[in-house]
Nanobody
Framework: QVQLVESGGGLVQAGGSLRLSCAVSGQAFSSRTMGWFRQAPGIGREFVAAQWSGGIIRYSDSVKGRFTISKNNAENTLYLQMSSLKFEDTAVYYC?????????????????????WGQGTQVTVSS
């Protein structure tokens, strides 16, 4: 079983930075595709960033150039460094992991391809 626990959310002014962490327990962290998604009130869960098991990284257009996803395989931790935050980045941010059988790179941006989810951490950006 894989468990994910996010931390690092909070309140920040527009233009500021935050770093989200996702501690992952379970097997084969380094072999899994990992992603970050977010959900704002009244809006469906949207893709933010992901790192495919083969190393390729993808970002949504809305965060490209401002957010950075990274994995520390030694610590079984996924990070999302967020800079130049905007009011519209306000959302609950979720960490997610794909199952080991999912190897298709094209699924890395799709929430339905992720089998394991954290509880979410709130990020609020004040304008």
């Amino acid at each position: 079983q894989v468990q994910l626990v996010e931390s690092g959310g909070g309140l920040v002014q527009a233009g500021g930075s935050l770093r989200l962490s996702c501690a992952v327990s379970g097997q084969a962290f380094s072999s899994r595709t990992m992603g970050w998604f977010r959900q704002a009130p009244g809006i469906g869960r949207e893709f933010v960033a992901a790192q495919w098991s083969g190393g390729i990284i993808r970002y949504s257009d809305s965060v490209k150039g401002r957010f950075t996803i990274s994995k520390n395989n030694a610590e079984n931790t996924l990070y999302l460094q967020m800079s130049s935050l905007k009011f519209e980045d306000t959302a609950v941010y979720y960490c997610a992991a794909q199952g080991l059988m999912e190897r298709r790179m094209e699924t890395m941006t799709s929430s339905t391809a992720y089998a394991y989810w954290g509880q979410g951490t709130q990020v609020t950006v004040s304008s």
